[in-house]
Structures are given as structure tokens and as C-alpha cells.
């Protein structure tokens, strides 16, 4: 057994690990995965554990650090981190303090981003005087999108629920991949030269830095700022910024919420149409009163005014242009009446009661969820089919 000379204490001897770790051990890059992450909500400092197949390693980044981050880490993300190694003398743990954390891979993409951005806003893309204002009332709305995706599903959801007398165009296209921003350009142009939207939404759903990275290239940029038709940005979700944000007419947090941007509810149209009504009857209103009034004073100088053919003369004038404007409102009247009847009947026609008077028909469960595709109930399940000129139970066979 050694002979006893002298003993350290516990927090001696995590002292003097401390002293030679963070002495040796300082600014240096490691990478490895991130797991069991922690972003505490108070505070705002990260905590978690970057790992390989051999090892772990405890790490805390301070909000200090944290709070610019570009991205968001979470669990199962590779990436390099930039730190020192401390010794928590407490428990006696060794964990490094990260300054700096990146996407492992991606460190180039984020200079690139960074880059480009910089070159597009001094040349004046992303200038607020290029931003064309949105159409108030579109009545076609291009989409530029894989046809595929959810973020199309979406769009279209809200459009027919909001504004079912716009029409949705689309064209597909790749949004992920070598080629996908050539791609996206060249729709973004084929919509222009097609010439019939009102106004072009541009989307996909969220993903890392690398699956946007199609709308970080410079060919779409340029495509989106040359676009005569107003373009709505809707890639990935609220928290994603790509390029195309900056430089489109209008940024929308998510594909849903630029469908909304994009049109008005039917219910508002009507209103409209009900105020330009109210509108036009008061001048109407007005223009008679101002006829009757002139006419009356006509009348009062023709009564100053003896002699007969002057009264005459001045009284067919009168006559004529009572006349005359009587036709003009009878005329400006029934030409708005007419308007607002088609409008109304174009409007009618849309409505749902009125597709299934054609021979359409609704399923939809006992719960009242409407049934969108054969895989929403199993075999066997009954639902009910309404009609135009009534309902009738029906029960699921087989799948088609």
C-alpha cells in the first residue's frame, strides 16, 4: 500500500482538473450529434449532448451565444461546434462552452446565403419601391409548387373555402434538388408569359437550410424581381427565411396563409356589391334633386319674363332636359340593376346547393365530416349521400 504523505480534497482536486483542462482545451472545434437538447425557457441558455459512436460529451451554450443563431438545433442534428472545455468543480463534470454552433456540411451554404444576400440588397432587389401592391379582387391565381405536396393541398384547401369563384392554375415543379431552382425559375417565367394571373404565390413546405436552399438561388431571385405579376413567398414555415422572401411583393409565413393574402371571402364581395348599391341610389338621389331644383328656378325666371315666345322657347328646354335626364338615370338604373342580378346569379352558381341540383352528390359521415377520398372510412362503414332533392344511407363495399 503507498505510504500516506498527503490527501486532496474533492473540490482540490476538481480545481487542479480544471486548471489542465480549460488550459489545454480552449478553442478548439468539435464535431459530432446533437441529442437530449434542452433549450431552457427562463433563462435562454441550451443544454445538451454531442455524441459520436464512441462517446459523449456534456454542452451548454449561453443565451449570450444562442440568441442569433441562423437556425434552430435539435435533436439528431450533425454539426461543429466552437468552444472551450470547463470542468463544472461542483459535480465534477467535464462539458465544453460553446460560442459557436453550425449545421455540420452546411457551413458553406449559410456563407453563400449570407453572400448573396448581401450582393442582391446593394443591387437594390429587395427595395420596397419594386414591390407591386396585390390585386384586390384576382380572378385567377397562378401556383408555382410541386403538385404533389402538401403545401399545394393547402392552398387549394383554403382558396375553395374563402374564394371559390377564383380559378387556381398551377404549375409544377421540382422544389428540392440539383436542378430544382432552373426549375422553379423558368415557372415563375412560363406564368408570365401566359400573361392570365392576377397574382403568383410561390411555396413549399418547411425543411432544413439545405432542402430550401432552391429558393436561395440567384436565377430565382432574379426570375421573382423581373415578374410583371405580383408574387406571394410561402416557403417552409413561419420561422424560414429564404432569398425569394426578400425579394418577392410579399412574404407569407406559410402556404395557407399566403392563399389567404392572396384572395377575399365571397361573404365580403357580397357586402361590397351591397354598399355600391347604396352608393348609386344616393347619387341618383342627389342628381334629381339638383334637377328638380334647377328646373324650379327655371320656371321662376320664365314667370319673371313676359314675353311669350321666351317663356315658350325656355320652357321646351326645361322640358327637354327633364327629359333627357330621366332617361339617363331610368338608363344608368336598369343597367346596374342588370349588372348586380348576373353578378348575383353568377355568384348563386356557385354555391354548393346548386352543384348537386347538377347530379353532384356530398358523403359525408354521421359525425358531419365531409368524405374526402375512399381511404377516409373502411369497408363496411355506412355513411350518407346527399343529393340535390334529398339524402340516402349507403354503407362502403370495397375500395375502387
Not at 397574382?199 to 432552391?214: K, N, P
Not at 354598399?275 to 342627389?286: A, G, M, R, T
Amino acid at each position: 500500500m503507498p505510504e500516506y504523505q498527503s490527501c486532496y480534497t474533492v473540490s482540490n482536486l476538481n480545481s487542479q482538473i480544471r486548471n489542465l483542462l480549460e488550459g489545454s482545451l480552449s478553442d478548439i472545434w468539435v464535431k459530432g450529434e446533437i441529442s437530449n437538447f434542452h433549450h431552457h425557457p427562463s433563462s435562454g441558455h441550451m443544454y445538451f449532448t454531442l455524441k459520436d459512436e464512441n462517446g459523449e460529451l456534456r454542452c451548454a451554450m449561453f443565451r449570450g451565444n444562442n440568441q442569433y443563431l441562423k437556425f434552430k438545433p435539435g435533436n439528431g442534428m450533425e454539426v461543429r461546434l466552437f468552444g472551450s472545455v470547463t470542468v463544472y468543480e461542483q459535480r465534477g463534470q467535464v462539458q465544453l462552452k460553446v460560442s459557436l454552433i453550425e449545421p455540420a456540411g452546411l457551413g458553406d451554404l449559410f456563407k453563400a446565403f449570407d453572400a448573396l444576400k448581401k450582393a442582391l440588397s446593394e443591387e437594390g432587389l429587395f427595395d420596397p419601391v419594386h414591390k407591386q401592391p396585390l390585386p384586390k379582387y384576382p380572378k385567377i391565381i397562378g401556383v408555382v409548387t410541386s403538385g404533389s405536396s402538401a403545401a399545394f393541398q393547402d392552398i387549394i384547401h383554403v382558396l375553395k373555402r374563402r374564394s371559390p369563384h377564383v380559378e387556381i392554375i398551377l404549375k409544377s415543379v421540382s422544389v428540392q434538388g440539383e436542378s430544382s431552382a432552373l426549375d422553379i425559375a423558368d415557372g415563375i417565367n412560363e406564368m408570365n408569359q401566359f400573361g392570365q394571373v392576377d397574382v403568383i404565390i410561390l411555396g413549399r413546405g418547411g425543411g432544413s437550410l439545405e432542402d430550401l436552399w432552391s429558393f436561395n438561388e440567384e436565377a430565382v431571385a432574379r426570375s421573382i424581381f423581373k415578374s410583371d405579376i405580383p408574387i406571394i413567398s410561402a416557403v417552409g414555415h413561419e420561422t424560414d427565411f429564404t432569398i425569394s422572401d426578400f425579394v418577392a411583393d410579399l412574404r407569407a409565413p406559410t402556404p395557407s396563409a399566403a392563399a389567404e393574402l392572396s384572395s377575399i371571402p365571397t361573404e365580403d364581395i357580397y357586402a361590397s356589391l351591397g354598399e355600391y348599391k347604396v352608393d348609386l341610389s344616393s347619387v341618383l338621389e342627389k342628381i334629381i334633386e339638383r334637377s328638380w331644383v334647377r328646373m324650379d328656378h327655371l320656371e321662376t325666371r320664365t314667370s319673371l319674363q313676359q314675353p311669350q315666345k321666351i317663356i315658350e322657347a325656355q320652357s321646351d328646354t326645361v322640358s327637354n332636359y327633364y327629359q333627357r335626364i330621366i332617361q339617363v338615370m331610368q338608363t344608368s338604373k336598369k343597367n346596374f340593376v342588370n349588372k348586380t342580378n348576373v353578378l348575383e346569379k353568377q355568384l348563386i352558381g356557385l354555391g354548393p346547393s346548386q352543384v348537386l341540383n347538377r347530379g353532384y352528390s356530398i358523403a359525408y359521415i354521421d359525425s358531419g365530416e365531409i368524405i374526402r377520398s375512399s381511404v377516409d372510412i373502411e369497408i363496411g362503414d355506412p355513411f350518407t349521400l346527399s343529393t340535390g332533392k334529398g339524402s340516402l344511407g349507403a354503407e362502403k363495399t370495397s375500395d375502387l
